[in-house]
């Protein structure tokens, strides 16, 4: 069974509207994990790490104002992509593993801006 | 910067018609490789980890082996179920365990 859930799978939402993706690692604590952004028939490229008690690592060209994340509790990340405009639209993805387990992703959430 | 390149692009087997699928890799000193199956509108789902040169692993119809620049993922007598994208990815050493991810091969087995 899954080991990550995410959610909600499906966002479809109006230009500047803020909304929140949640990541809940099921089966383990998880003191970090990652979000991923991937576009049509594109690999995945991670956003930024989510780490619990702190705060998160943005790559490079990734807006921290816009990808808000925060990592609460040992089972929970949130990203809220604030003020979304249709450029946001993608298939985010979240995933989580302790240090000697591979990682394991939520299901995504494919979010449309209209 | 650690890069994963993978090949073909895209692979069209007839169910039975084994086959392989390329990743090489650089990476700053490997922790691990790792082999996903993405299935379209779903999160990757783990397949394989090889942490060493020589490694092999299998689970059913697949195999992946590894060496010092590549991997291989062998998929052997294919069905129609397992149509999917495969994607590697490699976790460097002293990373915080993020991963690099290639862009993947999209196979189709048609029965």
């Known amino acids: 069974g899954a080991v990550v859930s995410q959610h909600p799978s499906r966002v479809i939402c109006k230009s500047g509207t803020s909304v929140k993706i949640e990541c809940r690692s099921l089966d383990f604590q998880a003191t970090t994990m990652f979000w991923y952004r991937q576009f049509p028939k594109k690999s995945l490229m991670l956003m930024a790490t989510s780490n619990e008690g702190s705060k998160a690592t943005y790559e490079q060209g990734v807006e921290k104002d816009k990808f808000l994340i925060n990592h609460a509790s040992l089972t929970l990340s949130t990203l809220t992509v604030t003020s979304a405009h249709p450029e946001d639209s993608s298939f985010y993805i979240c995933?989580?593993?302790?240090?000697?387990?591979?990682?394991?992703f939520g299901d995504g959430t494919r979010l449309s801006i209209l | 910067e650690d890069q994963v390149t993978q090949s073909p692009e895209a692979l069209r087997l007839q169910e039975g018609e084994s086959s392989s699928l390329n990743c090489s890799y650089t990476?700053?000193?490997?922790?691990?490789l790792f082999w996903y199956r993405q299935d379209p509108g779903k999160g990757p789902e783990f397949l394989f980890t090889l942490y060493s040169a020589g490694e092999e692993k299998e689970k059913e119809r697949l195999k992946a082996t590894l060496t010092k620049k590549e991997s291989f993922l062998h998929i052997t007598a294919p069905k129609p179920e397992d149509s999917a994208t495969y994607l590697c990815a490699v976790q460097a050493s002293g990373s915080a365990r993020q991963l690099t991810f290639g862009s993947g091969t999209q196979l189709t087995v048609l029965p």
């Open positions: 990476v700053s000193g490997l922790r691990g």
């Open positions: 995933s989580a593993g302790n240090v000697d387990q591979p990682q394991h």
